[in-house]
């Protein structure tokens, strides 16, 4: 089986460029046979898994956002993965059993423990123009139309994603946290992020149906998907979510005040949430969101835009990924 290993120099503010020697020693005295490229866009990275043999092993250094932006032609190409975690969240890692391993642990797994197949989610939804009423500032307006680049020709989109797939305030939340200070990471910087996003407080008004059944008509704070049990850098979301049992779980957070979206989030931390009555938990195979106005929506942390109608499913078993057993 052929091997490339694509390092992302921008992961975690750009410190994972510093990796770029130490990975070509290490490669060259443990796994030679390995080619190692830098991508220093996601094009670039594309085209070179997409230029591998179909079923080959990719192995990603960088950290959840990475991993989505390259998850399209993982699939595409049916290779395994393994990951390097080197990111800000790092979800996806906790959920392999990768997190707090070195690279050069990390590296030693790929190349010698045999991939599981993991579940991967898929949404699919129209992206809308951003409109340019209550922006909250320049940085996030320009964050916005640097995704909106090159999608107006076609606005439908089939977004794969790994960890999670949110929609609404933690989208939001999301969105300012890839804006926050580089110097800032993991749980302190969607901490930071969130207190900024309550200062511009919103909730939308939705319709949920999963598996074809509605579970909800009214206005609410966010409604999302989890495939990992945590998101937003180690938020145990929904502790009981697994990559491998074939079911994505919606975490509903309904119609709440300002007050007392502030008083949940300690709940949410610390994973007592679950028992609250305007929190809601359903695993599912299949979901639609129907929202009265433009939701932002975001995949495994990486802004998509806007959308009123999105749909999302279960793609079980779909990829081989290495983890740590």
């Given at each position: 089986?052929?091997?490339?290993?694509?390092?992302?120099?921008?992961?975690?503010?750009?410190?994972?460029?510093?990796?770029?020697?130490?990975?070509?020693?290490?490669?060259?005295?443990?796994?030679?046979?390995?080619?190692?490229?830098?991508?220093?866009?996601?094009?670039?990275?594309?085209?070179?898994?997409?230029?591998?043999?179909?079923?080959?092993?990719?192995?990603?250094?960088?950290?959840?956002?990475?991993?989505?932006?390259?998850?399209?032609?993982?699939?595409?190409?049916?290779?395994?993965a393994a990951l390097v975690p080197y990111g800000?969240?790092?979800?996806?890692?906790?959920?392999?059993?990768?997190?707090?391993?070195?690279?050069?642990?990390?590296?030693?797994?790929?190349?010698?423990?045999?991939?599981?197949?993991?579940?991967?989610?898929?949404?699919?939804?129209?992206?809308?123009?951003?409109?340019?009423?209550?922006?909250?500032?320049?940085?996030?307006?320009?964050?916005?139309?640097?995704?909106?680049?090159?999608?107006?020709?076609?606005?439908?989109?089939?977004?794969?994603?790994?960890?999670?797939?949110?929609?609404?305030?933690?989208?939001?939340?999301?969105?300012?946290?890839?804006?926050?200070?580089?110097?800032?990471?993991?749980?302190?910087?969607?901490?930071?992020?969130?207190?900024?996003?309550?200062?511009?407080?919103?909730?939308?008004?939705?319709?949920?149906?999963?598996?074809?059944?509605?579970?909800?008509?009214?206005?609410?704070?966010?409604?999302?998907?989890?495939?990992?049990?945590?998101?937003?850098?180690?938020?145990?979301?929904?502790?009981?979510?697994?990559?491998?049992?074939?079911?994505?779980?919606?975490?509903?957070?309904?119609?709440?005040?300002?007050?007392?979206?502030?008083?949940?989030?300690?709940?949410?931390?610390?994973?007592?949430?679950?028992?609250?009555?305007?929190?809601?938990?359903?695993?599912?195979?299949?979901?639609?969101?129907?929202?009265?106005?433009?939701?932002?929506?975001?995949?495994?942390?990486?802004?998509?835009?806007?959308?009123?109608?999105i749909h999302i499913r279960i793609l079980k078993?779909?990829?081989?990924?290495?983890?740590?057993?």
């Amino acid at each position: 089986m052929r091997t490339l290993l694509v390092l992302n120099p921008h992961a975690a503010g750009g410190k994972a460029a510093a990796l770029a020697k130490p990975l070509k020693t290490w490669l060259a005295k443990n796994q030679p046979d390995w080619q190692m490229a830098i991508a220093h866009n996601v094009a670039i990275g594309r085209r070179l898994i997409d230029a591998m043999p179909q079923g080959s092993r990719i192995v990603l250094v960088g950290g959840d956002g990475t991993f989505n932006q390259m998850l399209p032609s993982l699939l595409a190409g049916e290779h395994s993965a393994a990951l390097v975690p080197y990111g800000s969240g790092n979800d996806l890692a906790r959920a392999l059993g990768l997190r707090g391993l070195s690279w050069r642990k990390a590296l030693a797994l790929a190349g010698s423990q045999t991939p599981q197949r993991m579940d991967i989610g898929l949404a699919e939804f129209e992206v809308l123009p951003e409109s340019n009423e209550n922006q909250e500032d320049d940085q996030l307006e320009s964050q916005k139309a640097d995704q909106e680049e090159g999608q107006n020709e076609d606005r439908l989109h089939s977004v794969p994603f790994a960890s999670s797939f949110t929609t609404g305030f933690d989208s939001s939340v999301g969105l300012r946290a890839l804006n926050g200070p580089k110097w800032l990471r993991g749980l302190p910087r969607y901490l930071l992020a969130t207190v900024r996003e309550l200062l511009h407080f919103r909730k939308w008004g939705l319709v949920v149906l999963a598996d074809g059944k509605p579970i909800y008509t009214t206005e609410a704070l966010f409604a999302s998907s989890l495939n990992t049990p945590t998101f937003g850098a180690g938020m145990p979301a929904v502790p009981h979510a697994s990559i491998y049992d074939g079911q994505l779980n919606l975490l509903l957070a309904k119609n709440v005040s300002v007050w007392q979206t502030i008083l949940l989030l300690p709940d949410l931390l610390f994973g007592k949430h679950l028992n609250h009555p305007k929190v809601h938990t359903q695993p599912f195979q299949t979901l639609q969101i129907k929202s009265d106005t433009p939701i932002p929506l975001a995949a495994d942390g990486e802004y998509l835009g806007t959308s009123q109608n999105i749909h999302i499913r279960i793609l079980k078993g779909q990829l081989p990924i290495v983890a740590k057993s």
